[in-house]
Structures are given as structure tokens and as C-alpha cells.
């Protein structure tokens, strides 16, 4: 078995539900044949991190070092690692079986992103490419596949009227990704100070929630509804409203709360409803690949991680545009 740099990995956990990390060390599993031990450099806050942390799904284990959009270097390597070198520049996203939230074998729970260092099998890193600089890559490891793989799924295509509830970390990349689709894209938002960067990144209509009127004017308009917003449960019968014939609306954010939907609303319209989690390794892959040559770029707030705290604080009240990255 290959030592690995690190026998303590330093992190900031969450010790019980709520907004506190502070810091945490953990014995690393050991460094298996296939494992690569990346040294972290960047690491987002997702919303997700927060619902974790907070407890807001119900299942959440603590100590726990959240974090699961991560950009590093390998540092080193099992001898039977075929795809890395050390040195290259990877990310891993949420789905390192599970990169939180999991269990190893011997009933260890795995732990995230927001620490010096992180052991994973070289199936879960994704090499990041040249043209994205490693600060603007973390939030692709999670928030970009997850709007990115459902655009592929559904189709997305030149000339669909696609709709974006929620401008945050995943908002607005769902802007840029289905731009660049060729979709005439809409931001809908309650916070009407994001409309100037939203034109920025490429849509053509910023519906402010608030303004009724503005809000009225979507009827029977979208093909698509992208929502990416933490919150509004309780507003999906309005977002049908804004439903053309026979479209779908793709649920991505995870308020705790359950939808209510009256059954007339979708059955009159004819509009789906459907979810969609992250996305696979070779979607990952194909995201970072898409970002690179269209040129999407996360924007990014860099927090150092001795203000994590801080950082956290901002992605819940809705101060950071668009996405908090930790710089390790
Ligand atoms: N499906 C998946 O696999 C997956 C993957 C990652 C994340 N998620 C989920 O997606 C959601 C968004 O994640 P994110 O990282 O984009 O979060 P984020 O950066 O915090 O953005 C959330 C956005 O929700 C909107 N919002 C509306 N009402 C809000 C309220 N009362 N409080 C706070 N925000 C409110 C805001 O947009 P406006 O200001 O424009 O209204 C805000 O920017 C979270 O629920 C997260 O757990 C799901
Ligand atoms: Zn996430």
C-alpha cells in the first residue's frame, strides 16, 4: 500500500446542526490501489453544503466536513492509478460515493471539501481543463453538471424559450449553459439587483417576482423551467402558469417542504414535472469540456478558509454573486 502525504487531514466541520464550522481533523482511510490523494486549492459552497450542515434533509451525520465541489492537485497515488499523474489539477464533485454523506466499508463516514486534503478512488476526479483557471472550477463540479446534464437529457436546442427560477450558484450557470445551447434564455429572480449581470450573461428577458406584472407576462411562455432556487415550494402552481403546451419543468432545488400542485394546472397544460440529481462522471466530464470551449465561468466570491464561517453566512442570505469559493 502507497503512504499518503497527509496521516491528518485539517478541516472545518460542522459539530452539531446549524451555520458554525470550526475546525476538525480526521485519519484518512488508508490510500488505496486506485485511490489519488488530492491536496485541496478550491472548494465551493453549494446550497446543498448549507441544507447539510443546517440538517435540513433530516439525515445529516456530524462531525461533518462538508463540501463537495473540489479542485486540487495530486499529491499522491495508489500504485495501481492508471489515469493520473502527480501534479495534474482535478476536481471531484458530489458523487464520490458520496463524497460526503457516505460510508466506507468499515463504517467510516466519508468527508468533504471544505479541508486541506481528500482521498478518493481516481474513478471520482475528473481532470480540470487548461483553459479553466482551477479558482473558477469548483463550481462546476456540482452546480454545472446539475443544470447541465438535465438541458442534454431534455433536448434543450436552439430557439427553445428556456426559463431559470433562482440566480445563485446553480441560477446562473443554467443561464450561460443554456445560451450557449442556443436557447433564448429567461432569469427569474426575486432579486431585482441581479437583472444587469443576468443580461450580462446572456438572457433576454430578467423577470423581477415581485413586479407582478412582469411575473403575469410569462404566461403559457416557456418550454422549459429550470428551478434552481432553494426556495418557493410553495409556487409551482405559478410557474405552471408561465407553461407553454406540452413543456416541462425540471426540479433542481430541495426546499424541505412539499410541492403543492393542483392535478388541473399540469393536466390542462399538459406540462411535466420531473427532477434531476447532479449527473454522472462522464456528464462531469462532458461539462467541463462544454464550460471550456463556450467559454462559462463561474462568478465567483473567494473567501480564505479561516472565513469559511463567513463565506457560509453570505451563500444563505443570498449576499454572494454567484457562487463562495474557499481558498485553501
Ligand atoms: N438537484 C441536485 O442534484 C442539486 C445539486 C446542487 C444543488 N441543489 C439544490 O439547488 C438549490 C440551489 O443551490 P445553489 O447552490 O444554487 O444555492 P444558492 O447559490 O444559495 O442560490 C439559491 C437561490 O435561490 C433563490 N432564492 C429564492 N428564495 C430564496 C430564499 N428565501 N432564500 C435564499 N435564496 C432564495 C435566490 O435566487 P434569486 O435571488 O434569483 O431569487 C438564490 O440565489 C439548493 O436547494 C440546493 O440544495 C440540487
Ligand atoms: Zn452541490
Known amino acids: 500500500m502507497a ?3 497527509f496521516s491528518e487531514i485539517r478541516g472545518w466541520a460542522a459539530m452539531k446542526p446549524g451555520m458554525q464550522a470550526e475546525p476538525w481533523s480526521y485519519t484518512p482511510r488508508p490510500l488505496g490501489s486506485r485511490d489519488v490523494e488530492i491536496k485541496i486549492e478550491f472548494s465551493g459552497i453549494c446550497g446543498s453544503d448549507i441544507h447539510l450542515i443546517r440538517n435540513d434533509w433530516g439525515f445529516s451525520q456530524y462531525p461533518q466536513i462538508a463540501g463537495h465541489e473540489i479542485v486540487g492537485k495530486v499529491v499522491a ?3 495501481g492509478v492508471k489515469h493520473f499523474e502527480l501534479g495534474d489539477t482535478v476536481g471531484v464533485g458530489a458523487i464520490g460515493a458520496y463524497t460526503i454523506l457516505g460510508k466506507y466499508p468499515d463504517g467510516v463516514s466519508s468527508q468533504g471539501g471544505f479541508a486541506e486534503a481528500v482521498r478518493v478512488h481516481e474513478h471520482f476526479a475528473s481532470k480540470i481543463p487548461a483553459a479553466i483557471d482551477p479558482a473558477h472550477a469548483p463550481p462546476l463540479m456540482c ?4 443544470v447541465f446534464a ?5 433536448g434543450v436546442k436552439r430557439g427553445d ?7 445563485g450558484g446553480l441560477g446562473h450557470l443554467a443561464i450561460q449553459f443554456a445560451a450557449a445551447l442556443g436557447a433564448e434564455v429567461v432569469a427569474i429572480s426575486h432579486s431585482p439587483s441581479k437583472r444587469e449581470q443576468c443580461m450580462e450573461l446572456g438572457v433576454t428577458q430578467f423577470v423581477d417576482t415581485s413586479n407582478r406584472e412582469e411575473a403575469e407576462a410569462l404566461r403559457k411562455s416557456l418550454d422549459f423551467l429550470f428551478v434552481c432556487s ?3 415550494a410553495e409556487k409551482y402552481n405559478e410557474f405552471i402558469t408561465w407553461m407553454a403546451c406540452e413543456s416541462q419543468i425540471v426540479i433542481l432545488g430541495l426546499p424541505s417542504e412539499p410541492l403543492k400542485v393542483y392535478p388541473g394546472e399540469l393536466v390542462f397544460s399538459g406540462t411535466s414535472i420531473s427532477g434531476s440529481q ?3 462522471l462522464s456528464m462531469t466530464r462532458k461539462t467541463l469540456e462544454f464550460a471550456a470551449k463556450h467559454n462559462i465561468r463561474p462568478m465567483i466570491e473567494r473567501f480564505p478558509i479561516a472565513k469559511i464561517n463567513e463565506a457560509m453566512e453570505h451563500v444563505e442570505s443570498g449576499k454572494v454573486r454567484y457562487r463562495a469559493v474557499l481558498e485553501l
Not at 452546480?143 to 446539475?146: H, M, Y
Not at 438535465?150 to 431534455?154: A, I, L, W
Open 3 to 5: 503512504a499518503g502525504t
Open 77 to 79: 497515488k495508489g500504485p
Open 143 to 146: 452546480a454545472g453538471v446539475t
Open 150 to 154: 438535465p438541458m442534454v437529457k431534455n
Open 161 to 167: 424559450r428556456v426559463g431559470v427560477v433562482g440566480i
Open 230 to 232: 432553494t426556495a418557493g
Open 278 to 280: 447532479i449527473g454522472g
